[in-house]
């Protein structure tokens, strides 16, 4: 168990739809990465927040957008939802980062797995 | 853009012999990172590797770093079948945008 969670497990909703994906880092850290992965695209990052802030923007979408907020969780909201946007949806905390990207070891919650109909 | 490059992509090994995946990279990265998924599950990160000549060491895993060659390599010393998993590699950009290779599916028999 790595510490961090995410939920739901498992959404499958319909085409338009908007939905939103959270994610608890581990206690204490305060760097929040998202990540996507699908057959078609593999792995992508998507966004990184360190205590609160954008610090690092990957291939997000702009109907997808995310926020982490005072007591550290973070939340993905994708929104007009396409067959594509199909995937495990992961997100990931390391401790803390002072520019960009952390040096430090990053902590993989289990995944949300989406599926859009 | 930085591109990363796995290969092999698919790997069929017997247990107790070395192997290596190597990981090309087009263009500067201040970092390079390796992770290992088992199937059906999440990522696990395994070595972040930051400057020329970095080596880290883990079990039966050791991963390496030639920032000159834009090339790291992750060697297995007598694989066991728990090393079973599909591991990516992942470079860094200009603008802390992490870029992953496709993965290399690792099958060690028993």
């Known amino acids: 168990d790595s510490g961090v969670t995410q939920t739901p497990k498992h959404l499958i909703t319909a085409t338009g739809q908007r939905v939103t994906l959270r994610c608890s880092p581990r206690?204490?850290?305060?760097?929040v990465y998202w990540y996507q992965q699908s057959l078609d695209q593999g792995l992508q990052f998507l966004i990184q927040?360190?205590?609160?802030?954008?610090?690092a923007k990957g291939n997000i979408l702009e109907r997808f957008s995310a926020q982490q907020f005072p007591d550290l969780h973070s939340e993905l909201n994708l929104s007009s939802l396409e067959l594509g946007d199909s995937a495990l949806y992961f997100c990931?905390?390391?401790?803390?980062?002072?520019?960009?990207?952390?040096?430090?070891?990053?902590?993989f919650g289990p995944g949300t797995r989406l599926t859009v109909l | 853009e930085l591109k990363v490059e796995q290969n092999p992509l698919f790997l069929s090994m017997q247990e107790g012999k070395n192997y290596t995946i190597y990981c090309n990279y087009s263009t500067t990265s201040d970092r390079l990172y390796w992770y290992r998924q088992d199937p059906g599950k999440s990522l696990e990160s395994l070595f972040v590797l930051l400057s020329n000549g970095a080596v880290k060491q883990e079990g039966r895993l050791m991963a390496s770093l030639d920032t000159k060659a834009r090339l790291s390599t992750l060697h297995i010393t007598a694989a066991v079948h728990d090393l079973s998993a599909t591991y990516f590699c992942?470079?860094?950009?200009?603008?802390?945008?992490?870029?992953f290779g496709k993965g290399t599916r690792l099958h060690i028999l028993p």
């Open positions: 990931a905390s390391s401790a803390h980062s002072d520019r960009g990207l952390s040096t430090d070891t990053q902590y």
């Open positions: 992942a470079g860094v950009n200009r603008d802390d945008k992490i870029i």
């Open positions: 927040y360190y205590n609160g802030e954008e610090r």
């Open positions: 206690s204490g850290d305060l760097s």
